[in-house]
């Protein structure tokens, strides 16, 4: 049994990367394993102010907001599921905030390399955007996401396990069965 973080990181409860990420959370405990869920949308986190504490103390200075329990609770998973879509070829902003806060909890400032703080954990990623395929990948939509998402993870020291990505989605409202798929797939392997 795994320790799983779920992070919902887009508004939208029925949207297609909360729709994704709700159907992970259900094959997980299913599975048997042990899952949180974690909506930033109804979180308090103050925006990272830059101080650059945190890489001295890996953690961050603010000690009165969700950002607390949630930087808990990613040091205790696992794994993590993240739910964010396209906005504007990047992830939604409370999501960047998110890795923002986590800077020096998830990684330590050396004359050379960072050093991974968080080693040991893996992550899923589920993200949607309006642009259809190829141009969503060509143009940079998801493949600027992909690798903001990526370089957070990366440098932490957390290994991708996947990513599922919905596109055209003003046309393309539901998830589809291959997503559905890819998920299972996923999820079978935590
Ligand atoms: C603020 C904002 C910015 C967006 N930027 C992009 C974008 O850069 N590229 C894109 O293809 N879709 C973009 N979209 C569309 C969303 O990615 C798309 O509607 C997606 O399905 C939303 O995911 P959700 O259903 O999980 O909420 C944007 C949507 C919003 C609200």
């Not at 925006?47 to 103390?57: D, H, Q, S």
């Not at 991974?116 to 969503?136: D, E, I």
């Amino acid at each position: 049994m795994k320790k799983v973080l779920a992070i919902q990181g887009s508004f939208r409860e029925n949207g297609l990367t909360t729709t994704m990420l709700k159907n992970a959370v259900r094959e997980a405990e299913a599975a048997g394993h042990e899952v949180e869920y974690i909506n930033l949308h109804k979180c308090n986190i103050n925006y990272c102010k830059g101080c650059r504490k945190c890489f001295e103390t890996a953690k961050c200075i603010f000690e009165n907001d969700d950002m607390v329990r949630i930087a808990e609770s990613i040091k205790q998973a696992d794994v993590i599921l993240l739910a964010a879509p396209v906005y504007w070829a990047n992830v939604p902003a409370v999501v960047k905030n998110v890795f923002d806060r986590m800077s020096g909890t998830s990684m330590e400032e050396t004359n050379t390399f960072p050093k991974p703080r968080l080693s040991g954990k893996r992550y899923m990623l589920f993200t949607a955007c309006n642009t259809p395929m190829p141009f969503a990948k060509l143009c940079g939509q998801t493949t600027g996401l992909r690798k903001a998402v990526k370089e957070y993870f990366k440098t932490s020291g957390v290994k991708h396990m996947g990513t599922v990505i919905c596109a055209n989605t003003s046309k393309n409202k539901e998830v589809s069965e291959k997503a559905y798929s890819k998920i299972r797939k996923l999820v079978s392997r935590i």
